[in-house]
């Protein structure tokens, strides 16, 4: 069964039609979901991509938190459905209290766009279950707001409960811990500032974005496998049409 990925678009959004490239290479079937809608589409995962929603007024995904779509995003993730935000999109989860803590301003106050090395902590996530315990891989960041930080008492939970799925190897931002990507409890929210998509091919430099992809097309397939036995109710059914190209 082809996975159906929801790609969120937000005014501001800028790295959309990267994941809508990487996903469909690796056979899945993708529609960008624009922010105003109140249902996604039939979408097996949802991807909130990076760039600035809304022009980071306020605060990164501040304003995005209140998007009609994100009472749908909020619904899936309540069903057990993949969810994964993207640098931007990592924000706009924990904006939205989908994940915890919060990404302010890099220390040094200075923009990052490098490839970065990272170390996979736990393979129990919608992102990582292709991967290997302490695999290392070099996926690029690209952002100004990626410093993580929470208080003590999360930053234990975090660490208890195995919930943090990708650490730095050479912390680009001054994030706590060394922290990259965290998960929620259900282990189907995950949020990470490093792009995967922007390792998904050779040319890119990297290829090793693809066994975090693969891993979140195979947790969308295994959702859509439950959703084909439930009857539909409400929005229409049926395949996701593909969307691909440039602006």
């Known amino acids: 069964m082809t996975a159906r990925i929801g ?10 039609h990267d994941i809508v490239h990487a996903v469909t290479r690796m056979g899945a079937e993708a529609e960008i979901l624009f922010h ?3 249902d996604l589409g039939g979408a ?8 600035f929603a809304h022009g980071d007024y ?19 993730a309540a069903a057990a459905g993949p969810v994964v935000g ?30 970065v090395r990272l170390r996979v902590e736990t393979t129990a996530s919608v992102l990582t279950s292709a991967a290997e315990p302490g695999q ?15 208080d003590r008492a999360t930053l234990e939970r975090l660490r208890a ?12 931002n001054g994030s706590l811990d060394d922290i990259a990507g965290i998960c929620d409890e259900g282990r189907n929210v995950v949020g990470l500032m490093p792009h995967p998509e922007r390792a998904s091919e050779s040319i890119l430099g990297s290829t090793d974005g693809v066994v975090l992809l ?31 190209g440039s602006r």
Do not use: W
């Not at 990592?90 to 209290?97: I, S």
């Not at 409960?161 to 680009?172: A, H, I, M, T």
């Open 161 to 172: 409960d195995d919930r943090v799925v990708l650490r730095y190897l050479d912390n680009p």
């Open 214 to 244: 693969r891993s979140l097309l195979d947790a969308a397939g295994a959702a859509g496998a439950v959703n084909a036995t439930v009857p539909a109710s409400g929005s229409a059914s049926g395949s996701m049409p593909v969307v691909a």
């Open 36 to 38: 105003d809608r109140h």
């Open 86 to 115: 993207i640098c931007n999109g990592f924000q706009v989860l924990c904006e939205a209290g989908m994940l915890p803590g919060a990404l302010q301003k890099n220390a040094g106050l200075r923009f990052v766009c490098a490839p």
């Open 136 to 150: 290392v891989l070099r996926i690029p960041v690209n952002h100004f707001e990626g410093n993580y930080v929470c």
């Open 7 to 16: 790609v969120v678009l937000f005014p501001g959004t800028n790295c959309e």
């Open 58 to 76: 306020l605060r990164t995904g501040a304003i995005a938190r209140f998007s009609p779509i994100m009472e749908a995003v909020r619904r899936h």
């Open 44 to 51: 097996d995962a949802v991807v909130i991509p990076g760039g």
